[in-house]
T-cell receptor, first 120, second 112 residues
C-alpha cells in the first residue's frame, strides 16, 4: 500500500500475555518511529530506527518492551507479560531519506492508523 | 527539541478562519516549526512546516513571528472535518533525527 500499515488494528489480551505489533513503513523510508498514546493523552515516544539499528531506545518504558526492524523495512514491537497500564494506541511512523532541510526531506513523519491494545 | 505551549482547546464557527497559536520561545536557529493534526481515532497527519518565512499550502497557512518565538496556524475556512487536536512541534528535520515531542496540542472544535 501507499501508506504506513499497522497490524493488528485492535488487540485484546489478558494480563501477563505477550503481544506483537507490526508496522510496515512506506517503501524506501529509512527512519521508523514507534509512539504510544493513552486515552486522551498526547503521543509518547518509544523508539526510533534508522535502517535496522535503533540509536534511540530512551522511550521504552520498561524491559518488557522491545522492538526490532529487519531488512530496513518491517518493524515489530513486542510487549512481554502485558500489564493493564500498557493499554493504549501504539502508533508507527516513517520518514524518507534525504539531506537535512533538503527538498527530498521535509522532516515530515507519515503515521499509520495505530494498533489499539487493550489489556484485561 | 524546544518545548512548545499551546492553548488546550479552541472553538471556531464553520466557514470562519481558525487561528491556532503556538509559543516556542526557546527555539534554536536550526529548528523548524511543524504542525500536525490528529482527527479522532486516526494517526497524526502532517499539515505544514516552516523555518522563518510564512508558508502556505492547500491545507493551511503558517505565520511565524520575526523573532521566531511564536507562530500561528491558520485554517482559512474551517469545516466540521477540521475538528481535531492540532500539535505544534519544533525540531531539526535531519534524516532519522530524534523524535518529535508532541505535547498535548490544541483541541479545535468547529461548530456548525
Amino acid at each position: 500500500g501507499a501508506g504506513v500499515s499497522q497490524s493488528p488494528s485492535n488487540k485484546v489480551t489478558e494480563k501477563g500475555k505477550d503481544v506483537e505489533l507490526r508496522c510496515d513503513p512506506i517503501s524506501g523510508h529509512t527512519a521508523l518511529y514507534w509512539y504510544r498514546q493513552s486515552l486522551g493523552q498526547g503521543l509518547e515516544f518509544l523508539i526510533y530506527f534508522q535502517g535496522n539499528s535503533a540509536p534511540d531506545k530512551s522511550g521504552l518504558p520498561s524491559d518488557r518492551f522491545s522492538a526490532e526492524r529487519t531488512g530496513g523495512s518491517v518493524s515489530t514491537l513486542t510487549i512481554q507479560r502485558t500489564q493493564q497500564e500498557d493499554s493504549a494506541v501504539y502508533l508507527c511512523a516513517s520518514s524518507p531519506k534525504g539531506l537535512a532541510g533538503g527538498p527530498r526531506n521535509t522532516g515530515e513523519l507519515f503515521f499509520g492508523e495505530g494498533s489499539r491494545l487493550t489489556v484485561l | 527539541d524546544a518545548k512548545t505551549t499551546q492553548p488546550t482547546s479552541m472553538d471556531c464557527a464553520e466557514g470562519r478562519a481558525a487561528n491556532l497559536p503556538c509559543n516556542h520561545s526557546t527555539i534554536s536557529g536550526n529548528e523548524y516549526v511543524y504542525w500536525y493534526r490528529q482527527i479522532h481515532s486516526q494517526g497524526p497527519q502532517y499539515i505544514i512546516h516552516g523555518l522563518k518565512n510564512n508558508e502556505t499550502n492547500e491545507m493551511a497557512s503558517l505565520i511565524i513571528t520575526e523573532d521566531r518565538k511564536s507562530s500561528t496556524l491558520i485554517l482559512p475556512h474551517a469545516t466540521l472535518r477540521d475538528t481535531a487536536v492540532y500539535y505544534c512541534i519544533v525540531r531539526v528535520p535531519t534524516e532519522g533525527a530524534n523524535n518529535l515531542f508532541f505535547g498535548t496540542g490544541t483541541r479545535l472544535t468547529v461548530i456548525p
